[in-house]
């Protein structure tokens, strides 16, 4: 068993293959529950949504002060429509400086699946050694 990390390239493709299967959760995850992680910073406020299989990254200018946040609601009909409204309704203040970043969690999660497989999968060729 102690030979199965042996090499960098087992190891790292272990960690990508967690990493792999941590992505699928979230991905699971936010088909269901909505989480919310919200941060000042400075003058700015940077909030995370994961839902819907792709995770939010919205950053504006804070309106009524500094506030953090951390909330998780299940996911309704409801509920999605009043995310949609507030960021429609945050990308139409020009004062805002409202910006917004969409990662999916599947292709991802294919990504790290496929490189770590080549990291544990993969050995190198023997060199030949060529005669002068």
């Given amino acids: ?18 990493m792999a299967c941590m992505m699928m959760v979230l991905w699971f995850r936010s088909r269901i529950v909505a989480d919310l ?8 406020q940077t909030i995370i949504w994961s839902l819907d299989g792709k995770a ?12 953090f946040a951390l909330t998780s609601r299940t996911l309704n009909k409801r509920l ?3 995310i949609d409204r507030q960021r429609a309704e945050l990308s ?3 004062a ?11 292709p991802v999660a294919i990504g790290l699946t496929f490189f770590s497989a ?3 999968l993969w050995t190198p060729r023997k060199r030949v050694k060529q005669d002068a």
């Avoid at 068993?1 to 967690?18: E, S």
């Avoid at 939010?56 to 506030?67: I, L, R």
């Fill in 80 to 82: 999605r429509e009043g």
């Fill in 96 to 106: 805002m400086e409202y910006h917004e970043w969409r990662v999916s969690y599947l």
């Fill in 56 to 67: 939010y990254w919205f950053g504006c200018n804070a309106e009524g002060g500094d506030w």
């Fill in 92 to 94: 139409q203040k020009p």
């Fill in 118 to 120: 080549y990291l544990i």
């Fill in 1 to 18: 068993m102690h030979t199965v990390f042996k090499g960098w390239r087992r190891t790292a493709g272990v960690v990508l293959l967690v």
């Fill in 37 to 44: 992680i919200g941060i000042p910073n400075g003058q700015r």
